[in-house]
């Protein structure tokens, strides 16, 4: 299909790891985007991963990369309350991304 | 340095009137897209512009019309507003080829009744 696919909620405590899932279709090598947008505000990028990639660690950020399944991971450690935002991961097709419909992450105190 | 700046952030139409949503990018990107945001259903590309004077449509572009001014510029035009396109409207640019991610600017959000 066309889509790129995400769980739309997640409800975690603070402290605990946050995981975002996303399963995206292009079979190419591409670039793997997570985003992050705060209510009122445009979307933040946060990291990046080739689909060459595994794992990439960024501070309290982690992305894994599952190329056979076309799964992709944003786990967040030691989530916090300015955490809660929505997640959007979104494939590199050609020079346009392609969003998934986004997670929406809330983070209980 | 100012990055992507969008104009108006708010506005409000009545069905049937014309507007044009403007977008300026200050760091020289090639690229520049304009995409709408509604509950649910991510981002949706509406047209985008590789380089300079060049514009293609994207997923949705009914309804819409836009202009590569310069580099700089990107506007998104409404010619007839209808309900079905209350939206948020981002727009974004990216630098060229290899890993880089658009830059957003902070959307405009229009309501039309």
């Known amino acids: 299909g066309e889509d790129v696919e995400q769980s739309l909620f997640l409800s975690v405590r603070e402290g605990d790891s946050s995981v975002i899932n996303c399963t995206y279709t292009?079979?190419?090598?591409?670039?793997l985007y997570w985003y992050k947008q705060e209510p009122g505000a445009g979307l933040q990028l946060l990291t990046y991963?080739?689909?060459?990639?595994d794992m990439k660690q960024d501070q309290r950020l982690t992305v894994l990369l599952n190329k056979k399944d076309k799964h992709l991971s944003l786990r967040i450690a030691d989530t916090q309350t300015g955490d809660s935002a929505i997640y959007f991961c979104?494939?590199?097709?050609?020079?346009?991304?392609?969003f998934g419909a986004g997670t929406i992450l809330r983070v209980k105190s | 340095n100012a990055g992507v700046t969008q104009t108006p952030k708010f506005q409000v139409l009545k069905t049937g009137q014309s507007m044009t949503l403007q977008c300026a990018q200050d760091?020289?990107?090639?690229?520049m897209y304009w995409y709408r945001q509604d509950p649910g259903m991510g981002l949706r590309l509406i047209y985008y512009?590789?380089?300079?004077?060049?514009?293609d449509k994207g997923e949705v572009p009914n309804g819409y019309n836009v202009s590569r001014l310069n580099k700089r510029e990107f506007s998104l035009r409404l010619e007839s507003a209808a309900p079905s396109q209350t939206s948020v409207y981002f727009c974004?640019?990216?630098?060229?080829?290899?890993?880089?991610?658009?830059?957003f600017g902070s959307g405009t959000r229009l309501t039309v009744v």
């Open positions: 974004a640019t990216r630098a060229g080829q290899g890993n880089y991610g658009y830059t």
């Open positions: 292009d079979s190419s090598s591409t670039y």
């Open positions: 760091m020289n990107h090639n690229s």
């Open positions: 979104a494939e590199l097709r050609g020079n346009k991304l392609v």
């Open positions: 991963i080739f689909s060459n990639m």
């Open positions: 512009s590789a380089s300079e004077g060049t514009t």
